[in-house]
């Protein structure tokens, strides 16, 4: 998620797209876009990992419009950018995944929260992850020392 806020009304405008070096459509849906394809293949080996990524903006004031394969946000208050992202993968010898009803479920549920109920759920996943592990080294009166 990306939040953008201005200081006055109306301050923020701007232009979503998807860019990739990796090979895949880009299309609007349902006021946001989604970009999926498969990975390419290499050394005679057909690619079959598929991918999927959706960005959905919840926009507080101003206008959204679709302008081809982009959204044009213009003159709005405040915009969160949601993004799901998901493989096919589901272990080393299965891509049989859905990633397109993976990325969808994502948003559903992301879509249904506030910012702040989301900003929660997402500290709260990150430090679960990163603050398993903590490491003391010790002290010194070296380690008191400038070192500059």
Do not use: W
């Amino acid at each position: 998620m990306v939040r953008l806020s201005c200081d006055h009304p109306g301050g923020i405008s701007l232009r979503v797209g998807i860019d990739s070096p990796q090979s895949g459509d880009v299309t609007a849906e349902q006021g946001g876009l989604l970009f999926s394809g498969r990975n390419g293949s290499f050394a005679g080996i057909e690619g079959k990992l598929r991918f999927a990524l959706r960005v959905l903006p919840q926009v507080t004031g101003g206008k959204l419009s679709q302008v081809r394969d982009r959204l044009r946000i213009e003159a709005a208050d405040e915009v969160v950018l949601l993004l799901s992202a998901a493989t096919s993968y589901q272990r080393f010898d299965a891509v049989d995944g859905d990633p397109l009803a993976l990325t969808a479920a994502s948003l559903r549920k992301a879509a249904s929260l506030d910012f702040p109920a989301l900003l929660h759920a997402h500290l709260a996943d990150h430090q679960r992850l990163f603050r398993r592990v903590a490491i003391d080294l010790g002290s010194s009166d070296a380690a008191q020392l400038p070192t500059d």
